[in-house]
């Protein structure tokens, strides 16, 4: 009989894999520090991260995984002086992200594809709360003159946000299939999943 | 990570964890430009009575320099690709304030500490046994990722493509975190962490009267700087 709670070995992998996502959420966000490029940003972390994501889904198949890992960027990123917003943005993601997972039993690519992608979303949330905050920012920003203010009115409005997501998803989906094809060409000769 | 002496001046994890997000509000809510002087100084005073004199000095001066720069009013004169750039640092300073705070948290607290309030906050193993094993990954992660680059400038390897590139460092790196995991899984299992009693731990958090005082001044800072602006 499987054994279907998380173990130590579960949550210690945890931990691992959220460091590694960690790190690589970082450097990726260098990129943002060209303004424009924090638009296509969740596009580009999809692609670079569905490799960890993915691995760490075939190596822990149990409920409620892929929430407490999800959970533990988002946290730390609080610590590091984002809002309170960003976790509770991600806590839904990540609740619907397990949903899908748990509707294809943990194990089918197919809806392991899709919780990823959904997944990934969750870094919307920190340029939701640059909307959230919009007037403080443009308050600050109005010495810049007015065609800056105006510029920055046009770019950041909710339909836009509505194209981040979708970018997100895409960017999550290229990123599962990369790590389906590393799964297969790497990691399953090496007996890690 | 710095380890710190338990002394009755600095405040358990709690209150600074607390007082964090606390501090996240003043992001979507704006408070009076005095009060978040007032934040900062308290911060730095914190840093002062637990001997970090650097860190203190370097907190005002970064949120003074933040501060005044929306006032240059010779900013607005340059060309629109430079202004994109420098709206960047309005970013840094609206984000600021919590993270001076996120910082006081991170420098001021070791894992002892942190894991030790978790207990006491009575959170869940499943989230504080991996939060406790981030802290102990990340140093040899960083040293792994050293490990694979000084492996490769051996063996002559260069970067043309970097989705190749992505690929040496990513798949290695995969492969030993995940070795590691077994490994420290194993060690914590021949420690009994399963055991489901209550467990000592070498750090205890005390309750000094300095936690109340600095959970207090900060709350009240914070409201106190959201009625004034109205």
């Known amino acids: ?193 | 990570m710095y380890s710190v002496k338990s002394n009755s001046l600095n405040p358990n994890p709690i209150p600074k964890f607390f007082v964090t997000v606390l501090l996240g509000f003043t992001i979507l809510h704006s408070i009076n430009h005095y009060s978040e002087w007032a934040l900062i100084i308290v911060i730095s005073i914190m840093y002062f009575i637990n001997g970090f004199r650097k860190e203190g000095i370097q907190n005002i001066i970064v949120f003074g320099i933040l501060f005044f720069v929306p006032d240059f009013t010779i900013l607005a004169k340059f060309p629109l690709v430079i202004k994109m750039l420098l709206s960047l640092l309005f970013v840094v300073r609206m984000f600021y304030i919590p993270y001076a705070s996120g910082k006081f948290l991170i420098k001021t607290s070791d894992v002892g500490s942190i894991m030790s309030s978790m207990d006491f906050l009575r959170i869940p193993k499943a989230v504080s046994i991996p939060i406790a094993v981030m802290f102990r990954f990340f140093p040899s992660f960083e040293e792994e990722r050293n490990n694979i680059k000084m492996a490769m400038k051996i063996r002559g390897i260069e970067i043309k493509n970097p989705l190749k590139y992505l690929e040496y460092i990513a798949v290695p790196l995969l492969i030993i975190s995940s070795n590691i995991a077994d490994d420290i899984a194993k060690a914590a299992e021949t420690k009994c962490i399963a055991n489901p009693i209550k467990k000592t731990r070498y750090i205890t958090v005390r309750v000094h009267i300095i936690d109340f005082i600095y959970a207090f001044i900060m709350t009240v800072i914070v409201v106190g700087g959201r009625l004034c602006l109205h």
């Open chain 1, 1 to 193: 009989m499987k054994e279907n709670r998380l173990k130590i070995k579960d949550l210690v992998t945890i931990g691992v894999f959220a460091v590694i996502y960690f790190v690589v959420m970082f450097s990726v966000g260098m990129i943002g520090l060209i303004p424009i490029m924090f638009l296509v940003y969740p596009t580009i972390l999809g692609i670079v991260s569905g490799t960890i994501v993915m691995l760490f889904m075939a190596k822990v198949q149990k409920p409620w995984a892929l929430l407490i890992f999800g959970i533990l960027t988002p946290f730390f990123m609080m610590v590091e002086g984002h809002t309170y917003m960003l976790v509770l943005h991600a806590f839904v993601v990540m609740l619907i992200a397990e949903l899908i997972r748990r509707i294809g039993n943990y194990n089918s690519f197919k809806y392991n594809m899709l919780s990823f992608a959904i997944f990934n979303t969750w870094i919307c949330g920190s340029l939701m709360q640059m909307l959230w905050a919009r007037e403080k920012y443009i308050e600050m920003t109005m010495m810049m003159g007015q065609e800056y203010v105006d510029a920055l009115v046009k770019l950041v409005t909710y339909p836009h946000m509505a194209l981040v997501y979708t970018g997100a998803i895409v960017g999550g989906v290229i990123g599962a299939f990369i790590g389906k094809a590393l799964l297969k060409k790497h990691f399953m000769k090496a007996g890690i999943v």
